[in-house]
Structure formats: C-alpha cells, structure tokens
C-alpha cells in the first residue's frame, strides 16, 4: 500500500538558518505533491504543489524539489524565523481525486 | 469570503449519542473532503464528495455518513458515537481539478466519553 515518510521527531534550528523537512514515499508514482503548514488547533494552510515533471520550485523563502527516482521532496526554508515554527504536512495525489497525508514535521526555530 | 467554516468547534459526546459536524464553504468549490486527524497521525479521508449530491467513502468512513445536497455544505453525520471516534475533524474544499490546493476550516475537536 502506499506510504509516506516524514520525520516524527522535530526539527530544531536557529533563527537564519535554512531549514530542510524531508518527506519520502514508498509503493506509488504520484502526478504531484503538495506541503501545507499546519499551526496548533487550526487547519492545515497550502504552501507549494509541484508536479511530478518539476524538480523544482520556489515561492519567496520556500523551495520544494521532487525526486522520482528517488520517491523523495525536500522542503527548504532559507532565512527561517521563528514565526516559521508550526508543524509542515506533505500530501501526495491518489486515484487523481484524493490526498494522501503524511504525519508531518513539527519544526521549531529559535532566536 | 469566510472560506470554510466548521461548527460547532468543540463537542463532547457519551457514547451510542449522534451528532452533526456542519461545514459550509463559500467559494463556489464543487469538491469537498471530511478529515480526521489524531495525534501524530496524518490526515486521514473519511468521505469526500465531487460536487451536490455526489459522495464516496475514503479511508476510514465506518461509523459516519454524508450527505451533498448543495455545493455549500456537506455535513458529517456520526452514528452511536464511541470512543475511537474522539478525534479532531476537518472539512476541506477545492476547486477541480482537484490538483488544485486544498482549502480547511478551522476544525471540530470531539470527544467520546
């Protein structure tokens, strides 16, 4: 069955460093991905969707890149700031209509 | 636009009672999607519907019921609620095709007791 990975434990970094959230995906080909911000007790809020034929793609801090071959995104966030802190979900396309979620990281950035 | 708004944002329930999750979107989205998450869980499908009076099942939908009788709302029903469905709930919409981002309400926290 499908599955996705991202890493349970939080990540902690400082304040101006860029941060990398990984997310992995086993038994699929997705036709795109998307990331979501989720802050605690409210709904999860879309950030990036990139397409299975885009490596990359970026919108202000944000860059997200989509290996196939290695059924692998990497979400960076460069210059981080604290108000960046919240909890990052990644989402894969299934059956076209549908997300699949992963759990999410959780990253904390301090001054 | 309000976006996706959800009520009632908090409920306790005992067990074997019923209740409804209302969610109303104002952005003229025909798909809209029913959610569970637990903790340190991923969001997990419960039905979603592709436009008025469309539903299907997604992930997990035993113990609840949709209905999609406008593109505005699209109502969860739980059935003799228990324990395992104490859960926080969202209701999400988008625009097709469904490639597009998804849009959530704020989220019902529910309790079984």
């Known amino acids: 069955s499908q599955k996705i990975e991202q890493n349970s434990e939080a990540l902690n970094i400082q304040e101006g460093k860029t941060a990398t959230l990984t997310c992995n995906y086993t038994n699929y080909s997705p036709a795109y991905l998307q990331w979501y911000r989720q802050d605690p007790g409210r709904g999860p809020v879309f950030l990036l969707l990139?397409?299975?034929?885009?490596k990359e793609k970026r919108k202000e801090r944000l860059k997200v890149t989509f290996d196939t071959t290695l059924k692998q995104s990497l979400f960076h966030i460069t210059a981080s700031q604290p108000a960046d802190s919240a909890t990052y979900l990644c989402a894969l396309d299934r059956e076209g209509d549908k997300l699949i979620f992963g759990t999410g990281t959780r990253l904390q950035v301090f001054p | 636009n309000a976006g996706v708004t959800q009520t009632p944002k908090f409920r306790i329930l005992k067990i074997g009672q019923s209740m409804t999750l209302q969610c109303t979107q104002d952005?003229?989205?025909?798909?809209m999607y029913w959610y569970r998450q637990d903790p340190g869980m991923g969001l997990k499908l419960i039905y979603y519907?592709?436009?008025?009076?469309?539903?299907d099942k997604g992930e997990v939908p035993n113990g609840y019921n949709v209905s999609r009788s406008t593109t505005e709302d699209f109502p969860l029903r739980l059935e003799l609620a228990a324990p395992s469905q104490t859960s926080v709930y969202f209701c999400?919409?988008?625009?097709?095709?469904?490639?597009?981002?998804?849009?959530f309400g704020p989220g019902t926290r529910l309790t079984v007791l």
């Open positions: 952005m003229n989205h025909n798909y």
């Open positions: 519907s592709v436009g008025a009076g469309i539903t």
């Open positions: 990139i397409r299975e034929n885009e």
């Open positions: 999400a919409s988008s625009p097709p095709p469904q490639s597009f981002e998804q849009f």
